[in-house]
């Protein structure tokens, strides 16, 4: 199974009900939620009230991906709220393996998102306490960049990672992601899509879903 996630962080704000309702009908799977602490990315994004009311109006997974330095002190937070997968950077742990620990004995899903230019075999020796790797194929921080095409070799290394070691961890791959590169993001070895600006900036966001989970399946 592959699956898309929407990165709320496109959304329009000022209608985020509306936006939430989208992708409850559309055939996404999962709401990707970016929180942005303004000091281990150069942005803020929205944090718990936000996430909140988010989660009050979502049918589907709730995906949320901390951008934040020392997210520990958060774990439990983002648990009461309704996050199902909790994603913490690599770059921001100083013992990613208790911190993975600690995310599952709340219940959720663990995550490792890594930056652009993190060695994905940095993650072997934990590779079994991951239940996924999010690759990030821009800087984290914004919407709306380019995709870095160093990428698909990521994919394919950590995919081996994963092989090798009998693993179930799915990789996610979120930045740039667009009709132009999904497929071969999937043949790689990627299981999630997430999509921001391609979504949202597009005439009919409904109907974009529907083409990239159409690419990918
Ligand atoms: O985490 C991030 C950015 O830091 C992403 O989730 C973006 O929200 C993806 O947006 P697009 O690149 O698809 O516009």
């Keep these: 199974m592959k699956y898309i996630a929407p990165s709320v962080l496109?959304?329009?704000?000022?209608?985020?009900?509306?936006?939430?309702?989208?992708?409850?009908?559309?055939?996404?799977?999962?709401?990707?939620?970016?929180?942005?602490?303004?000091?281990?990315?150069?942005?803020?994004s929205f944090g718990m009230p936000v996430l909140r009311d988010i989660v009050k109006h979502a049918s589907k997974t709730i995906d949320v991906h901390l951008m934040i330095v020392d997210p520990d002190r958060y774990i439990k937070t983002f648990a009461d709220l309704g996050s199902d997968i909790l994603t913490v950077h690599y770059e921001a742990c100083t013992h990613l393996h208790r911190t993975l620990q600690a995310i599952k004995s709340e219940g959720m899903k663990a995550g490792v998102a890594i930056n652009p230019h993190t060695n994905v075999s940095l993650l072997e020796d934990v590779i079994h306490d991951i239940d996924l790797v999010c690759i990030m194929s821009v800087n984290p921080g914004f919407g709306g960049q380019s995709f870095i095409e160093n990428t698909y070799k990521k994919v394919k290394q950590l995919k081996e990672i994963i092989n090798r070691n009998n693993s179930q961890t799915m990789i996610e791959i979120d930045g740039g992601v667009t009709d132009q590169n999904a497929k071969q993001l999937i043949e790689a070895g990627a299981d999630v899509l997430v999509a921001g600006s391609f979504v949202f900036k597009s005439k009919n966001p409904v109907q974009t879903i529907k083409e990239l989970k159409s690419i990918i399946s």
Excluded: C, K, T, Y
Excluded at 10 to 39: K, P, T
């Design 10 to 44: 496109a959304a329009d704000f000022a209608n985020l009900q509306r936006d939430v309702e989208m992708i409850n009908n559309s055939d996404a799977d999962w709401f990707h939620i970016d929180i942005m602490d303004g000091v281990f990315v150069p942005n803020i």
